[in-house]
């Protein structure tokens, strides 16, 4: 199973920041509601993107690769989570949802750029 490296970071990263701004949507106070409807679509087509994207993988390369994948991202959470807890940065969420608005583009596109 050859993974490219490239496409297994920027995954994690994908997932990580994608998790953040689901966080971060299912906190919101509605300060302003242009706000959360923007984070709203940001974070639904982000699911839609990221679901999109291991769907095609799976199809088009490996449903096994596909798996890990998904299975790696989740991991580097499940590492991260205790991490963010010793750090305090539990009520932070918003700091890397908002990094998210630019993270999940940029990391979207090198996962764009692995497909074959």
């Known amino acids: 199973?050859?993974?490219p490296i490239t496409l297994v970071i920027s995954y994690a990263v994908?997932?990580?920041f994608l998790f953040y701004q689901q966080l971060h949507l299912k906190n919101f106070q509605g300060a302003s509601e242009g706000f959360g409807a923007m984070l709203g679509l940001f974070a639904l087509g982000g699911m839609l993107y990221g679901l999109g994207?291991?769907?095609?993988?799976?199809?088009?390369?490996?449903?096994?690769?596909a798996a890990a994948l998904f299975g790696i991202a989740?991991?580097?959470?499940?590492?991260?989570f205790p991490i963010e807890a010793k750090l305090g940065?539990?009520?932070s969420y918003w700091f890397f949802?908002?990094?998210?608005?630019i993270a999940?583009?940029?990391?979207?596109?090198?996962?764009?750029?692995?497909?074959?």
Do not use: C, H
């Not at 994207?53 to 690769?65: D, E, M, N, R, T």
């Not at 999940?104 to 074959?116: D, E, H, R």
């Open 14 to 16: 994908f997932s990580f």
């Open 74 to 80: 989740f991991a580097i959470k499940i590492v991260w």
């Open 104 to 116: 999940l583009p940029v990391s979207g596109y090198f996962m764009w750029a692995a497909l074959p």
């Open 89 to 91: 940065l539990r009520n």
């Open 1 to 3: 199973m050859d993974l």
């Open 97 to 101: 949802s908002l990094a998210g608005f």
């Open 53 to 65: 994207f291991l769907i095609y993988w799976g199809y088009k390369v490996s449903w096994l690769q």
